[in-house]
């Protein structure tokens, strides 16, 4: 769709002193509405509805939502209602922390190359929209949550806390090892789908948010070496800034490996055949050898390979568990 200035600009007459004068007030008008004019002249709606959902980052939420709904089956979950409320809960709050994070993170976005397009830095969605829009959905996953039971709403609020007040807020800016609280409210959904199925929080609950928590420093410290600089333009300590491209591939490689055991002791405590561990445990020591073997000479070209490379797995360890509810029966 092809947009014209003319009609909202003003004419420009640099010949007078009074026309000059005139012509600065103008133009300070403009600059001071240079967001409205850019979010809504300039943008349609169907854009300003695109803009929205990509708050809620679709593909990142859509991972989320799955390790919920796919821990809720593997773990004996039978009830199509609580997996319909289950399921709008995890969408809804996962979208909303999403949009108030995109909010909170705005001015560090509009800085970094990576991010400068996204919706609040390119004028389509205000903070105060985004902040709003995103309140009103995580209320209504909180709500949709408690419908099923208490231990499903408070995994759901503690996603919520540790995504926005503690990781966003508090150590984002503050350290290098900031990703680590931030890992805890990605394993949220995961634990939701588990109360929801068991009715509980136990010793495999645990496991489940460990193998995601562990799964996220690779996803997010290899594509920040890629982004070093970006990063360190927007002066976030994260770790690749702090502590170089080797220390924290060798730490990336660490938590892989903290994440095949736990895969290795969830398949012991959970329940789970022999389906779960091969599907989930294959990709994860994959992974782990070549993390190992980037390690000993990491490169900034080489972290984004290893990015693509991690991205799947996790999602991988979830399937196994749908896998093994779905499979056992027929082949053991």
Not at 295 to 300: E, F, G, I, L, Q
């Amino acid at each position: 769709m092809a947009y014209s200035l003319l009609p909202v600009l003003p004419p420009l007459n640099w010949t007078s002193g009074s026309n000059f004068k005139g012509c600065l007030q103008r133009l300070y008008s403009m600059s001071s509405a240079g967001q409205l004019l850019k979010s809504r002249i300039l943008t349609p709606k169907t854009s300003m509805i695109g803009a929205y959902i990509e708050l809620t980052k679709p593909k990142q939420t859509f991972l989320l939502v799955l390790t919920s709904v796919f821990t809720y089956i593997g773990f004996g979950g039978s009830s199509l209602i609580d997996l319909v409320k289950l399921l709008a809960a995890m969408i809804s709050a996962v979208s909303g922390a999403t949009a108030v994070n995109m909010a909170l993170d705005s001015e560090i976005d509009s800085i970094m190359d990576r991010t400068r397009m996204r919706p609040i830095p390119r004028g389509a969605v205000s903070e105060f929209e985004a902040t709003v829009f995103g309140i009103l959905l995580i209320l209504l996953g909180l709500m949709f949550s408690a419908s099923i039971n208490l231990w499903v709403a408070s995994s759901t609020m503690l996603g919520v806390v540790f995504d926005l007040l503690v990781y966003t807020l508090w150590a984002k800016k503050r350290t290098s090892l900031s990703i680590v609280y931030g890992s805890i409210a990605g394993g949220a959904p995961s634990l939701a789908g588990y109360a929801a199925a068991r009715g509980l929080l136990d010793l495999a609950s645990l496991l489940v948010v460990v193998i995601t928590a562990a799964w996220i420093p690779a996803h997010i410290w290899y594509i920040s070496i890629y982004y070093m600089e970006d990063y360190r333009k927007a002066k976030i300590p994260m770790l690749p800034v702090v502590a170089g491209i080797k220390k924290t591939a060798r730490i990336i490689t660490a938590s892989i490996a903290v994440m095949s055991i736990a895969e290795v002791l969830l398949y012991v405590v959970g329940g789970f055949t022999p389906i779960y561990l091969t599907i989930a445990l294959t990709p994860t020591l994959l992974l782990l050898y070549k993390a190992a073997i980037y390690a000993r000479n990491p490169s900034v070209k080489g972290a984004r390979r290893m990015y693509k490379l991690a991205s799947p797995v996790e999602g991988l360890v979830f399937v196994a568990m749908l896998a093994d509810r779905l499979l056992a029966g027929v082949f053991l």
